[in-house]
């Protein structure tokens, strides 16, 4: 899924989005986060919010999407990149989908839920009508240690990484 060296704004909007998964991981929602890139500025940013809002829909992805459609006044976000510190879910990867983002940056697989691959490749359908360019596993490994070190604290004895 990589091509070559990632760039100096791709290892940032990486960050950014493992800012936001930080930020709620303090909140204490899974550690998720997500920025839209467009032009070199940042125009959405979110981590989860399912438990603050009592919403299992509430992915950092969804929200980050839905508030750079809102700050740009549009409804595609085809010249855009979406950074995200896990693989999609189907729920995410079928908003990617409809809002045409442009590229999809991720950091850790998941191997339990990720549609960009790991369970399935649906990004990359041949029979859907956009289909974004697609990296993952930047920065992985501290987008993995996050998760897991979140889930590690909240069942010290199940052994359980996500």
Do not use: W
């Not at 989005?17 to 998720?32: I, K, M, S, T, Y």
């Not at 490749?121 to 974004?132: A, E, F, G, K, T």
């Not at 987008?143 to 990484?161: D, I, Q, V, Y």
């Amino acid at each position: 899924m990589r091509r070559g060296a990632p760039s100096v704004g791709d290892i940032a909007g990486m960050e950014a989005a493992l800012c936001q998964a930080r930020a709620g991981a303090v909140l204490e929602e899974v550690p998720g986060g997500a920025v839209v890139v467009r032009d070199g500025e940042l125009v959405g940013q979110a981590h989860n919010e399912m438990v603050h809002r009592r919403d299992p829909t509430a992915h950092a992805e969804l929200l980050a999407i839905q508030r750079a459609l809102e700050r740009i006044e549009s409804d595609r976000l085809p010249d855009a990149t979406l950074y995200v510190t896990l693989e999609p879910c189907a729920q995410c990867v079928g908003a990617i989908i409809l809002a045409k983002v442009g590229r999809v940056i991720f950091g850790a697989y998941d191997r339990r839920c990720g549609m960009a691959g790991s369970v399935h490749d649906i990004l990359r359908h041949p029979q859907l009508n956009h289909r974004p360019e697609v990296v993952g596993g930047m920065l992985a490994d501290e987008c993995g240690t996050l998760l897991k070190g979140f889930f590690r604290a909240r069942r010290p004895n199940s052994g359980a990484a996500s």
